[in-house]
């Protein structure tokens, strides 16, 4: 029998590349439920990007990334007014909707990973990234 040895910690950070890299395209985001993994934040931060962690709970963030306290499912717009783009890690399917339906108010790109086991629950496109899919919310008529 052979046996494949992985590097865990390899794959983490291809993966936290890999999703800077993609989101790294729009000048100014928020990341909706930073929890305390920052990691794809420091690196947007660190390609350029203007970042702003959203949260229900007070969070630590890195240098550079602005923490506002709110609710994606009562948010205040305000918090989203220069977003290109609102993304979610490991988001779980109760806040598909409420972040696609947010992003669509104020003009964002929405974008969202998922907990592995989960499918999205609203109209997607796929990109395949190394140990990730990220989905991209798309709409009738969007070309996704």
Same mark, same amino acid.
């Given at each position: 029998? #052979? %046996?494949?040895?992985?590097?865990? #910690?390899?794959?983490?950070?291809?993966?936290? =590349?890999?999703?800077?890299?993609?989101?790294?395209? %729009?000048?100014?985001?928020? =990341?909706?439920?930073?929890? /305390?993994r920052t990691d794809v934040a420091r690196a947007l931060v660190a390609r350029g990007? /203007?970042?702003?962690?959203?949260?229900? %709970?007070?969070?630590?963030?890195?240098?550079?990334?602005?923490?506002?306290?709110?609710?994606?499912?009562?948010?205040?717009?305000?918090?989203?007014?220069? &977003?290109?783009?609102? %993304?979610?890690?490991?988001?779980?399917? =109760?806040?598909?909707?409420?972040?696609?339906?947010?992003?669509? /108010?104020?003009? &964002?790109?929405?974008?969202? !990973? #998922?907990?592995?086991?989960?499918?999205?629950?609203?109209?997607?496109?796929?990109?395949?990234?190394?140990? =990730?899919?990220?989905?991209? !919310?798309?709409?009738?008529?969007?070309?996704?």
């Amino acid at each position: 029998m #052979t %046996y494949r040895i992985i590097n865990i #910690t390899a794959m983490k950070l291809d993966t936290c =590349e890999a999703l800077a890299d993609e989101l790294a395209g %729009y000048d100014s985001l928020v =990341e909706v439920g930073i929890g /305390r993994r920052t990691d794809v934040a420091r690196a947007l931060v660190a390609r350029g990007c /203007r970042v702003t962690a959203l949260d229900i %709970y007070s969070r630590e963030v890195p240098d550079g990334v602005a923490f506002v306290l709110d609710d994606v499912t009562d948010p205040d717009l305000g918090n989203f007014a220069d &977003a290109e783009a609102i %993304y979610a890690l490991n988001c779980p399917p =109760e806040l598909h909707r409420p972040i696609r339906d947010l992003a669509r /108010r104020v003009g &964002a790109d929405c974008l969202f !990973t #998922t907990l592995g086991g989960d499918g999205p629950v609203v109209p997607v496109s796929r990109r395949t990234l190394p140990g =990730e899919t990220l989905f991209v !919310t798309t709409w009738p008529g969007s070309e996704g």
